[in-house]
């Protein structure tokens, strides 16, 4: 009996990585036992890249791709042109995944292959990660591994964004509403959660699992200036974009509050520097968004077209830890159990009451 192993497009988004992009693509061409999956590196600034993708193609083979940036367009920009470039090769899935993102599993596309072709057709996207909760003022905050169970498959509210699996179908329904997969307004920070927004409000669904597991090499803890600069930006976008007025009268405040509070007290204390760097950086964000909030909301307007859920029961979700298992039995030709396909399509069971979650969650 043959088996199918439909077309995957892994593409590896890179920015100035020369030592984490070698170790990434040696352990993703070497370690990756999959029939049909061809390999596109977009790339800005690594130095000798050139050289390195040659060097590959002589080691692995010549379906490695290499796409070099003349622009810094950030990882908006690259991630766009990642899900372009995969859906002109005409293949069923999509594997977007960062510089630093280091295979340790023999079968971890086989396995998440094999996960998408046995679920239901409106998941759209998995994650060999943990997952993310996201507050209504736009705060993310990201699950542990230890949070989640074993040999499992979970609903994602945010999946993450180091590395992802994706259908065609998906990125080929938001090109023929006008939209790319990732938001322009966006450069860097809190760019996954806008597309993880975007997957729910669209009516779609996602997944985080654990059936296989990657190392993310880089360690971000210590954000460089910059970087809190595009997330004090970016969060307020998310807020914009994708949620009612209403919505906003509420939550606005309070991200106004979160922000000055990291930019006056957190910063300081976390990265031992003066509160007067993170608040020019807080002045500037903002600023940002005061000069483009015509051009904001009348984007906001044309893509709010697309959705077809209410934002607020995407809220009201959020505010639920994401530990609901769906056990993955191999035996089992309909993979999910009629419990577990009911956990997938109806609301998020609260298993903790108000006050265990204020406690555990802040």
């Not at 699996?165 to 959660?193: A, N, W």
Request: aromatic share 14%; proline share 4%; hydrophobic share 40%.
């Amino acid at each position: 009996m043959n088996t199918y192993y439909p077309q995957v497009a892994v593409a590896v988004t890179s920015f100035k990585n020369s030592p984490y992009l070698r170790s990434s693509l040696e352990s993703l061409l070497s370690l990756t036992e999959y029939p049909k999956f061809d390999v596109y590196i977009i790339d800005y600034g690594t130095e000798e890249i050139s050289s390195l993708v040659k060097e590959l193609q002589m080691k692995y083979g010549n379906h490695i791709c290499l796409i070099e940036m003349s622009m810094d367009f950030g990882i908006t920009g690259m991630r766009n042109l990642a899900f372009e470039t995969c859906a002109r090769t005409g293949a069923k899935y999509f594997v977007i995944m960062d510089d630093d993102i280091i295979i340790t599993d023999i079968d971890w596309l086989n396995k998440l292959v094999h996960l998408m072709e046995r679920l239901p057709q409106d998941v759209v996207a998995a994650t060999p990660q943990a997952g993310w909760l996201l507050y209504p003022n736009c705060t993310a905050y990201g699950l542990k591994e230890t949070e989640t169970p074993r040999r499992t498959v979970w609903p994602a509210l945010c999946t993450g964004g180091q590395i992802f699996i994706v259908r065609e179908s998906l990125v080929r329904e938001f090109y023929k509403c006008g939209l790319k997969p990732y938001c322009d307004l966006f450069f860097i920070q809190s760019e996954d959660i806008d597309f993880a927004l975007k997957i729910y409000l669209r009516g779609y669904k996602a997944v985080c699992t654990n059936v296989t597991e990657v190392l993310h090499a880089r360690n971000r803890n210590q954000l460089p200036l910059y970087r809190i600069y595009h997330s004090y930006k970016s969060r307020v976008l998310l807020l914009l974009l994708n949620f009612s007025f209403l919505h906003l009268v509420r939550y606005v405040p309070f991200r106004l509050l979160h922000d000055f509070i990291h930019a006056v007290v957190v910063y300081p204390m976390t990265a031992r520097k003066p509160a007067a760097e993170a608040f020019v950086l807080l002045v500037k964000a903002y600023v940002w968004i005061l000069r483009r909030l015509k051009s904001i909301f009348k984007f906001r307007s044309r893509i709010q077209i697309c959705w077809r859920r209410a934002d607020d029961s995407y809220v009201k979700k959020i505010l639920l830890p994401v530990q609901l298992p769906l056990h993955l039995d191999d035996r089992s030709p309909g993979f999910l159990s009629q419990e577990n396909k009911r956990f997938l399509y109806t609301s998020f069971q609260k298993y903790q009451n108000e006050r265990v979650l204020r406690r555990r969650f802040g």
